[in-house]
């Protein structure tokens, strides 16, 4: 007699038993023993990807990432797309995933909506994002001085990690149909960033100042 073969469990796996089960019974399952029972699979293989309910959580928000990301990368047009275009596409496609999982996303943040700053359950996929934000290589003034160039890197990571939990935040409040309010949101938000980092003009000053100050100079 052949044994069937035991279903490999997976992380994405247990994050959507845990997501079911959330929303099924409005609470956190009691322990991670009922918890692997209910689902057919051991206790130990919980722990092969997760340390505990908390590190689920995170977890399901890290997966909205990579899923979102993961996505992308299989699009041709993505990868040549410049900055502004590269994040624009994420947000959509980040916000898609958000949406799909919305029962949850509200049940787990509405308490905190307000302060999603502070929330540790958030901070996976702060890691990530801003990871994803510097590999984008967002063009920034060339000051020469790696001190500066630091406080500049750091400043446009926070910021644009402050810009995605205000538009998470709109997105929880949005009530206009298929959340089209969010889509506008996202697009003023993102072209007005890129608006204001856009530093064309300033180079055009700095060089223009470079050619008086050089020209001043032979002229004397």
Known sequence: MVMAKKKVISSNDIIGFYMDYVLEHGQNPKSVFAFSKLNNFEEATFYDHFASFEAIEKGVFEAFFTNSINALNKNEDYNIFDARNKLLSFYFTFFENLTANRSYVIHSLSNNKNNLKG??????????????????????????????????????????????????????????????????????????????????????????????????????
């Open 119 to 220: 929330l540790k359950l958030l901070t996976g996929l702060k890691n990530h994002f801003t990871a994803y934000i510097s590999e984008l290589e967002i063009q920034m003034l060339d000051i020469k001085q790696e001190q500066i160039e630091k406080i500049q890197q750091k400043t446009l990571k926070e910021s644009a990690w402050l810009q995605l939990l205000i538009t998470m935040k709109f997105w929880m409040d949005d009530t206009s149909s298929s959340f089209e309010k969010t889509d506008i949101f996202i697009e003023k938000s993102v072209n007005t960033t890129f608006d204001v980092l856009d530093i064309a003009p300033i180079k055009s000053v700095i060089d223009l100042g470079k050619f008086l100050f050089k020209e001043k100079f032979q002229m004397n």
